[in-house]
């Protein structure tokens, strides 16, 4: 939803990306690997030492426990699915008009849309399942958990054999493919060369075109 993705591999392309495409292939294929396997490590680190979530997610639920000790709960049922929470200031804070939620535990949807946009609890879910004696946590989605977080990082890949070892059907591919990629860039090169001849108009400004590109003095 933001650029933050591109901006970061971007980044971690830094000192590659004026490399060759088959370059830049291998280089994301081997930082993927190892990406996978140091993240999947931690992964386990964490699961071994007795955590149940990340530190993010355990942050943001401490985060959110506070906030709800704040706010005031009505019922309105008698069947505990529907509350209206309303948030409370603290003394320093700018006074402004209480903002008041509705929340419906039994659909799970909150006015705040923050529930349904992150599928993780707010602190008004909160504060209406802590209202009817409730344990918040026993509601957070498994996704959340360090368990399926490692079913993610739980994958191996393949080792890439070394050219050496193609066998030469696998060459005569490669070879036929960096062929045709060669002849491709030569009529990309031709017709830009060819724009350039034209836009320059002079015979001064072509001789110094085909200086500067190394080309012979037959070039049309």
């Known amino acids: ?91 320093l804070q700018t006074p402004i008009s209480p903002r008041r939620f509705r929340v419906m535990l039994q659909s799970q949807k909150c006015d705040g849309d923050e529930y349904q946009a992150k599928h993780l609890l707010c602190s008004h879910v909160m504060a209406a399942y802590k209202f009817v004696y409730d344990d918040p946590m026993n509601y957070v989605t498994p996704l959340f958990t360090l368990q399926h977080i490692l079913y993610v990082y739980d994958n191996s890949f393949g080792l890439l054999s070394h050219m050496n070892q193609c066998g030469k059907n696998n060459m005569k591919e490669i070879n036929g493919a960096m062929i045709q990629g060669e002849r491709g860039l030569q009529k990309v090169v031709s017709f830009q060369l060819t724009f350039l001849m034209r836009w320059t108009k002079t015979k001064m400004n072509i001789k110094i075109v085909k200086k500067m590109w190394n080309l012979p003095t037959t070039w049309q």
């Open 1 to 91: 939803m933001t650029t933050n993705l591109c901006e970061y591999v971007n980044f971690m392309f830094k000192n590659t990306r004026h490399l060759s495409v088959s370059s830049l292939v291998e280089e994301t294929y081997f930082k993927i690997a190892q990406l996978f396997a140091s993240r999947g490590w931690q992964t386990q680190t964490m699961i071994n030492s007795g955590s149940q979530y990340s530190e993010v997610v355990s942050k943001a639920m401490n985060n959110r426990q506070q906030e709800s000790n704040t706010h005031i709960v009505n019922k309105f049922d008698g069947y505990n699915h529907t509350f209206i929470v309303t948030e409370t200031q603290f003394l």
